[in-house]
């Protein structure tokens, strides 16, 4: 059995804010994403290469917040984080801020396979990734035209925001998977808040709240206000909801989206457990989001 989930950001997803043409074009490329991630699992790739892949697909996918099509910074920069762990033995690894990698979810492998550390970031991950033979890119392959008039409206408004709440909409990326060796996964990427402070670290990027794994609970990919996911932990305390309170899936997840609520937060969660039990659950109006699993059952679901 092998299962692959995904979402592509919750937040103040109207669908009066979308054409009909921009829905299919969404649907059309989360439904692309999941038919190549399941390939991948039925050829017995692992659920930690998979969640990488898949998300460097919608990392290159503009029509997402993550790599090309990152929102930007208060002073018009592309700082991008993401994260991925492994279910099997909790390895992790994370880059934060990183300007120039193509696929920061790739980079973020490479910290956890072949360093000591788990988050590398800034200047340093960047020199880093060049060193090491990534794909890197300049400012013009990652800033879409769209991401520039996101950033105007949200200054001219005072406000730093989720990318859907403002008037064009695409959003953090993260997927968790199941392989058929019975190992979860789990790997986020985003470019985070528009109009964000230069330097600010999202909970994509950070192990136990955007992002988390384990085969014994469940992996977890997470897209919302970031900040309130950091502060509460959502990850690892979804975790903790199931191990230590035998709490299920579903209670864990709604529970840590009520935690985020009651901070004045508001987001989304997928989640996969080891015997292939899923749940995708938001308190926002929204989330772009897909599953399949390995007798071709799928769903893709944006409102
Ligand atoms: N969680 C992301 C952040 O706070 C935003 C998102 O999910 O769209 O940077």
Redesign the pocket.
């Known amino acids: 059995m092998f299962k692959l989930l995904i979402h592509g950001?919750?937040?103040a997803v109207r669908r009066d804010h979308y054409s009909n043409q921009e829905i299919s074009e969404y649907k059309k490329s989360l439904k692309e994403v999941l038919d190549f991630g399941v390939e991948q699992l039925a050829h017995e790739q692992s659920a930690e290469d998979v969640v990488v892949k898949v998300v460097s697909l919608l990392e290159d996918n503009p029509l997402f917040?993550s790599g090309r099509g990152s929102v930007l910074t208060s002073d018009g920069r592309v700082q991008m984080?993401a994260a991925v762990m492994c279910g099997q033995d909790g390895s992790c690894g994370a880059v934060t801020l990183a300007e120039s990698i193509k696929n920061p979810v790739q980079m973020a492998q490479w910290v956890m396979r072949k360093t000591p550390h788990r988050l590398l970031g800034g200047r340093d991950v960047d020199l880093l990734a060049k060193a090491q033979g990534f794909q890197m890119e300049d400012v013009d392959y990652f800033v879409t035209e769209k991401r520039r008039e996101q950033l105007a409206a949200a200054k001219a408004k005072g406000a730093i925001q989720?990318?859907?709440d403002s008037e064009d909409h695409s959003?953090?990326v993260g997927a968790v998977a199941l392989d058929v060796f019975g190992n979860v996964a789990a790997a986020t990427s985003?470019g985070?808040?528009t109009n964000?402070m230069p330097g600010r670290v999202?909970?994509?990027a950070i192990v136990g709240a955007?992002t988390f794994a384990d085969n014994q609970s469940l992996a977890f990919s997470?897209?919302?206000?970031?900040?309130v996911?950091i502060q509460n932990m959502s990850g690892f305390d979804a975790h903790a909801l199931m191990v230590y309170s035998k709490k299920s899936l579903s209670e864990a997840c709604d529970e840590v989206l009520e935690k985020v609520k009651v901070r004045g937060g508001r987001?989304g969660v997928i989640a996969l457990r080891a015997n292939g039990e899923s749940y995708m659950a938001f308190n926002s109006l929204g989330m772009f989001r897909g599953q399949m699993d390995s007798e071709m059952k799928w769903e893709v679901a944006i409102f």
């Open positions: 950001g919750a937040g917040n984080d989720l990318d859907h959003q953090t985003t985070g808040l964000k999202s909970d994509s955007g997470a897209t919302g206000t970031g900040d996911f987001g």
